[in-house]
Every structure is written in C-alpha cells, then in structure tokens.
C-alpha cells in the first residue's frame, strides 16, 4: 500500500470529506452564477430569459464534451498514480489534453454557423432569435478556455489535490457574478450591453480560469509532467480515454439533449413553459452540482484503491458517498417543495410562470432524493473503467423514460405529466442500478 498519497491510507470518510468538499464548494459557485446569471437577464424581459434558455442545452453540451474527456484522465492518472507509474499518468494526461483542445474546436464551428439555424428549430419569435443570437454565439465559439481549465482541473483531483480545482472554479465565477451586471446594465461607465453583457462575462470568467488554472498547474503539480515535444497520437491510449469519455460524454449530453426535445414538445404549448423550464434546469444544478462534487471527490479514491486492490476501502468510499449524497438531495426536495414561490419570485416570475411554476417545483423535487443510487452507481461504474453501464443508468434516468412518458401523459394530464416524468425516471433507473451494482460491482476482480 501507497503511504505517499492519502488515497491509500487515510481514514475514508475525512478523506472523502476533504476531497469532496473543494469540488462541492466550487460547483456550489458554479450553480450560483449560472443562476445569477438568469436572476439578471430575466430583468430584461421573458423573452432575454427564454432566449438564454433556449441556449443552455448548447453551453451543456460543451461541458458534456470538456468534462468526459476530464473525466477520462481522471480515472486514468489516478489507476497509474495508485500502481505507481507516475510516466504513464504523465503520457495520459498529455494525450488527454490534446483531445480536449481538438474537442474544443467543434463548438468554434458551432457557435460561428449553427446558432441560428438551432434557435428556428425552437421558436419564431424575432426577439427571442435575436437575443439568442447574442447571446449563443459569445458563450459557445469562446467556450474552449473551459476545456482547458476542466482538463487541467481533472488532473490536480487525480492526484488527490482539491483544493487548487476550488480555486479555480471559484475565482472564474467570481469573475462572472462581478461584471454579469457591470456588462448587463452599464454600469461604472461601461455600455449596457444586455444578453450579450451576460454572454461576454460568461466568457471573462472562464478565460480567467483557464490561465489561472495553467499558471497553478506549473507551480504546484509534482506528479503530473505534461510534455508535447515530438508529440504523436497513441492509439492505445486514445482508445482508453475514449472507452470512459464517450459514455461518460454521452451521459452528460443527455441533459442538452433532453432539454432541446422537452422545449420543442413545451414550446407548442407555451413560451412561459418553455422560460420556466430553463429556469428550473438551470435551479437543480444548486443540487445536482453538489452531489456530483461529491462523485468527483469518491472517483480518483475508488480508482486509486482499485489500482491499490484495496477492495475494503472502495466499499467504505461507497458507503459513504451514498450517505452523502442522499442527505443532499434530500435536503433540496424539501426546499424546493416548501419554497417554490419565494424560488420563482428571484426570477422576476408573473403570473403564468408561477401558475406553471409551483406545481412543476413540487413534482421536479421529488426526482432529486430518488436519483442518489443512479448518480452514486454511474460514478464507481466510470472509476471501474466500466463506462458503458454508466450510461445506461443515464439513458434510463435522463432520456428513455422521459420524452415517450412525456408525450402519453400531456393528452391525459397536461402539461404535470412532463414533470411527473423525471421522478419516476429517477425511481426506475435507481431499481436498475442497484441490479447492477449487485451483479458488477460484487464480483470484480481486482487482479484483472
């Protein structure tokens, strides 16, 4: 057993905590100024709202992309790092961050030629394009500051090092939050710039992320040695990172994926609907982002342990990490099914959205306590190098269900049915990962 890393000694609920906590922080920051974010262009009317809306599944998408790829180093540094091959978590991480600026580079193509023609498949409304357009195509052309500061990110958290990603995260959304309404309104001498203000702060911050991030990584990491001189592909290293990436990728466009299909089949019953449910989407991440710092924090111990053969530490990590994160997620059902008006009012919230919006608050919250056993599952699946049952829970918990369940019960019930679809998304899916987990995860072998 490693005594140089924590990951192989140290008490695991503290050290779950220590590794947890940074990330959660930070994602905690993260939900907060997307959040913000909306709180201040809703003042710009419902139709600012809907456009940024409208937009967010494209700006997931590019976090689906950046994190799969973060993720996939992750696990691979952290297995090298727990069987003490520091050249090969090197190797890793430097064909991993090659893939993630080629990564990058589709969401120029995106944010220069695709912004329009996505926002016509949602809406004909000429203002809502038209803040669509300044808004989308800012914050998803200049999104690959992004990928390299969660590539960077993912490598100081495969070494066990939290506390530096915190940072990170927190200073580029304190950036964001500063000037959101600086750029917004005009304040301090500036033009009042509106959406694209929102876009253009979105953009600062994570640009300054992405330097601050480099400029850590050089002066604090001792692991890691990143090196592209005479770089060239390895296909077998590639073919390693993908195997996690893809699903782990896949499994996070669900969200965008789902929310572009859900405001097409809402957006033929309401605009109001279509604002409330960006609004929503973007208030569970205050949640969701917390739970899956926590994941973030489990992953590199159970990968390292894994690597260790320290099959008794991966089960103390798993226990723990369910407890966490169900506490959690209890917690925001009962916010948002105590406070659903007080919630809506921060957005400038009429009459309709609440009409919409207190009922749809209620029956969305219940999907959060039901979905601990999915999230816990999907992610000791990743840390196993088991990707693909990582995205079967996810298909199961963010798209199978969903969008056909959604279509039946619209006739029926109206537009409850879409929401009373994601807890019982969540309730099917957590059955099945627990199958799964009976099945896979007691029988691994660690001597494979």
């Known amino acids: 057993m490693d005594k140089k890393n924590p990951m192989g000694y140290k008490p695991i609920f503290p050290l779950l905590m220590s590794m947890a906590f940074p990330p959660m922080i930070s994602m905690l920051i993260q939900s907060l100024y997307n959040i913000i974010d909306s709180i201040f262009v809703a003042q710009l009317g419902e139709?600012?709202?809907?456009?940024?809306?409208?937009?967010?599944?494209?700006?997931?998408?590019?976090?689906?992309?950046?994190?799969?790829?973060?993720?996939?180093?992750?696990?691979?540094?952290?297995?090298?790092?727990?069987?003490?091959?520091?050249q090969q978590a090197s190797f890793a991480a430097s064909q991993g961050m090659v893939m993630s600026?080629?990564?990058?580079?589709?969401?120029?193509?995106?944010?220069?030629?695709?912004?329009?023609?996505?926002?016509?498949?949602?809406?004909?409304?000429?203002?809502?394009?038209?803040?669509?357009?300044?808004y989308g195509t800012i914050v998803i052309t200049f999104t690959f500051g992004s990928f390299i500061h969660i590539a960077v990110e993912k490598m100081f958290q495969a070494c066990g090092n939290m506390m530096v990603p915190m940072?990170?995260?927190?200073?580029?959304?304190?950036?964001?939050?500063?000037?959101?309404?600086?750029?917004?309104?005009?304040?301090?001498?500036?033009?009042?710039?509106?959406?694209?203000?929102?876009?253009?702060?979105?953009?600062?911050?994570?640009m300054v992320a992405c330097f601050l991030s480099i400029y850590l990584f050089y002066k604090y990491n001792e692991h890691i040695h990143l090196s592209f001189h005479h770089f060239h592909i390895d296909k077998e290293t590639f073919k390693k990172?993908?195997?996690?990436?893809?699903?782990?990728?896949?499994?996070?466009?669900?969200?965008?994926?789902?929310?572009?299909?859900?405001?097409?089949?809402?957006?033929?019953?309401?605009?109001?609907?279509?604002?409330?449910?960006?609004?929503?989407?973007?208030?569970?991440?205050?949640?969701?982002?917390?739970?899956?710092?926590?994941?973030?924090?489990?992953?590199?111990?159970?990968?390292?342990?894994?690597?260790?053969?320290?099959?008794?530490?991966?089960?103390q990590t798993l226990k723990m990490s369910c407890l966490t994160i169900g506490t959690i997620l209890l917690v925001g059902t009962a916010l948002f099914f105590i406070f659903p008006e007080f919630i809506l009012s921060m957005f400038n919230a009429n009459q309709a959205m609440l009409d919409i919006g207190v009922s749809g608050l209620r029956i969305l919250s219940l999907s959060f306590v039901l979905s601990t056993l999915g999230i816990v599952m999907a992610g000791v699946f990743e840390s196993l190098g088991k990707g693909t049952l990582s995205l079967m829970i996810s298909l199961i918990r963010q798209f199978i269900i969903i969008i056909p369940l959604s279509l039946l019960l619209i006739p029926l019930i109206g537009i409850k049915g879409v929401w009373l679809t994601f807890p019982l998304s969540e309730l099917i899916a957590s059955i099945i990962a627990f199958i799964l987990f009976i099945r896979v995860y007691k029988r691994i072998n660690l001597n494979d």
Request: with cysteine; net charge negative.
């Open 241 to 315: 990172l993908y195997s996690i990436a893809v699903p782990s990728g896949v499994m996070m466009c669900m969200p965008s994926i789902l929310v572009s299909v859900l405001n097409g089949i809402l957006a033929s019953i309401s605009q109001t609907a279509v604002a409330f449910f960006g609004v929503y989407f973007k208030l569970q991440s205050f949640v969701y982002m917390p739970s899956n710092g926590v994941v973030q924090g489990m992953r590199p111990i159970m990968s390292y342990n894994y690597g260790s053969q320290e099959k008794n530490r991966m089960d």
């Open 101 to 134: 600026v080629l990564h990058s580079l589709l969401f120029v193509v995106i944010g220069i030629f695709l912004i329009h023609p996505f926002l016509n498949m949602f809406t004909n409304s000429p203002d809502v394009i038209e803040y669509g357009m300044q």
């Open 167 to 206: 940072i990170m995260q927190i200073v580029g959304a304190l950036v964001n939050i500063v000037l959101d309404p600086i750029l917004i309104f005009g304040y301090f001498g500036f033009p009042a710039l509106g959406v694209s203000g929102a876009a253009i702060a979105t953009i600062i911050g994570q």
């Open 47 to 86: 139709s600012a709202l809907t456009a940024v809306s409208l937009i967010y599944p494209l700006q997931n998408l590019s976090l689906a992309f950046s994190c799969g790829i973060g993720i996939a180093m992750n696990a691979l540094i952290a297995r090298h790092l727990g069987a003490n091959d520091d």
